[in-house]
């Protein structure tokens, strides 16, 4: 099993910047792929981000590319969200999640499907205001 907490969520200004975090209890965090997902009201939750065991390789959706980063601290089991110059089209619910692994045998880091993700976070809020 493994647990996550996210938080570093609020309220933003379209073209400020803020900062998620992601930590994670339980099983050997460096043995998962890491993604952030968003949920917005009255939509399907969404891939954003995900990063390799190591942090060496990284792929963004397209809708963040440019103004989102990742990154991982496997010593401090954690992985972070940088969120640069957000727009109110990113206001939404966002999620960490660790990959599905089959013994060593894990979803990839760059997959953008929900169901390769066995642990969810609860969530965190932010909204963008104009």
């Known amino acids: 099993q493994v647990q996550l907490v996210e938080s570093g969520g609020g309220l933003v200004q379209t073209g400020g910047s803020l900062r998620l975090s992601c930590e994670a209890s339980?099983?050997?965090?460096?043995?998962?792929?890491m993604g952030w997902f968003r949920q917005a009201p009255g939509k399907e939750r969404e891939f954003v981000v995900g990063?390799?065991?190591?942090?060496?390789?990284?792929a963004f959706a397209d809708s963040v590319k440019g103004r989102f980063s990742i990154s991982r601290d496997n010593a401090k089991n954690a992985v972070y969200l940088q969120m640069n110059s957000p727009t109110p089209e990113d206001t939404a619910v966002y999620f960490c999640?660790?990959?599905?692994?089959?013994?060593?045998?894990?979803?990839?880091?760059?997959?953008?499907?929900?169901?390769?993700?066995?642990?969810w976070g609860q969530g965190t809020q932010v909204p963008v205001s104009s």
């Open positions: 999640a660790a990959s599905r692994c089959r013994g060593f045998d894990c979803a990839p880091y760059y997959s953008a499907r929900t169901l390769d993700y066995t642990y």
């Open positions: 990063i390799s065991l190591d942090g060496g390789r990284t």
């Open positions: 339980g099983r050997t965090f460096s043995s998962y792929a």
